[in-house]
């Protein structure tokens, strides 16, 4: 069933235009970059690739398209980070693009914002799980890569069920408590999001 | 009534630049003006021997001026007649109507620096964004290109007021925007804002896509001055009359004066809202609106009467 809050993601089209690229891969979303430029690319000369792995391997791959910079980071954190410094010192014939899950392009699209680059000027393609990130209503807690409805929310326990609800500014689902009423009654998860 | 009209007297009118006047109104009630954003404009109409003329023109008056509007009228050489108009038939002390502020030309609250880029006249929505960009902080830089320093209007004040941030390109002293060296190395979050003549809009846009700037970055303003043309007929089927549009007219002008409200925005080609249904026509329309598509213009389906003219035996359209 689609959902029409969810964000729809229009995939990598490379903006020949553009002086700059600056690519934030997660896991998958590598196979976004490396299906479109399977046989090279004059853009990757002005490329800056930041991959993290989130278990899987196109390490080698990647680092093979010879872009002008290629970083593989530790964690989804300090992709972000890095991300940060090249944006501070970027032009405005820079082009981002992001692949990756649902949660990863939020937090990219989110970190864009703050230096002004519109929503819709991002490039970006969803790949890999459909898992969610989901915000807790009562503890305000995130949960990430929920995979099941209910769940059991990480901070403060409550079984929650996860509303088809996408906030776009929380960058988050919303889970809310399914056994308010009938505390003593755990209804079983069901594996919902791969 | 769908466009709300203010009845206002011509205060004062001063000459600000070699053919350009600027026009004071305030309300003939003695209320206050509407609030207006920066960027916008008003509607101001004429009566010109019994013509009706309705032009726009960008406000640059303080916006936390809440007594006056002011306008700013560049008299083209030629002008079908409501730039000279303004210039040769109104007086201080005349009553005029004008529509309430109209806002397609908005400051962007999320950029990071504002870069204001004015063709001659142009200039004017400007002057209310500067103000209010000074006041809040934000960052931002002005080029004003202009044929001459005499049809400078307000140059002087605004480099006293914000020193380097106004750079001026005086045509005949040899200077001349350079868009590319401009463009390639602002950082990103800029926006960039152009009032000025067709031609220098497009060349500011060709060479910021050439450069790769997203579009969501690109503003204009841009008023297309209706042109003169045949005289045609025009059936308007859902009111069951026709209108003769004159030489100097525009078609929306002719259906207006026939008391057929027709919605519109910029009445310059150029925000879509004036839109009309063609439904049938023998010979050919002649599109001067940068609103609809290639493929829409042939398609003959549709006209933007605020500037589009026609040629022909007869035209119909829906209103
Ligand atoms: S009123 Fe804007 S295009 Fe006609």
Known sequence: ?194 | MIHPEIIVRVTDIAVVAESIKQFTFERVDGGSMPVFAPGAHIVVSMDDQGKLRRNPYSLMSSPSDSTSYQISVLRVVESRGGSAFMHEHVDVGDTMTISHPIDLFPLHATAKRHVLIAGGIGITPFLPMMEVLNESGQVFELHYSMRSRRRGAFLSELERRYGSRVSAEVDDEGGRLDTRKLLIDQPLGTHIYVCAPLPMIDLVFGVARELGWAEENLHREVFLAPPAGTPFYTNLAKSGTTVYVAEHQSLLESIEAAGIDVPYLCRGGACGQCETTVIDFDGQLMHHDIFLTDDENVSGTKIMPCVSRFVGASLTVEL
């Open chain 1, 1 to 194: 069933m689609a959902i029409k809050s969810r964000p729809v993601y229009a995939g990598f089209n490379v903006d020949i235009t553009a002086q700059q690229h600056v690519l934030a891969l997660e896991g998958q979303g590598a196979d976004a970059l490396l299906e479109k430029l399977a046989g090279g690319h004059p853009m990757l000369e002005r490329a800056e690739i930041l991959y993290v792995a989130t278990g899987s391997d196109h390490d080698a791959a990647l680092r093979a398209l010879g872009a002008a910079n290629y970083w593989l980071a530790p964690t989804a954190e300090a992709l972000r980070d890095r991300l940060s410094e090249i944006l501070a010192h970027a032009t405005m014939c820079t082009r981002l693009y992001v692949a990756g899950t649902e949660g990863f392009i939020g937090s990219i699209v989110q970190l864009a914002a703050d230096f002004g680059i519109a929503n819709a000027s991002i490039i970006k393609e969803f790949r890999g799980s459909q898992q969610r990130r989901v915000q807790c209503v009562h503890c305000k807690g995130f949960n990430d890569n929920v995979t099941i409805s209910p769940f059991q929310c990480v901070h403060c326990d409550l079984h929650l069920f996860v509303r088809d609800h996408f906030s776009v500014r929380l960058n988050a689902f919303q889970g809310v408590c399914i056994n308010a009423e009938t505390p003593d009654i755990i209804p079983p998860s069901v594996e919902m999001y791969r």
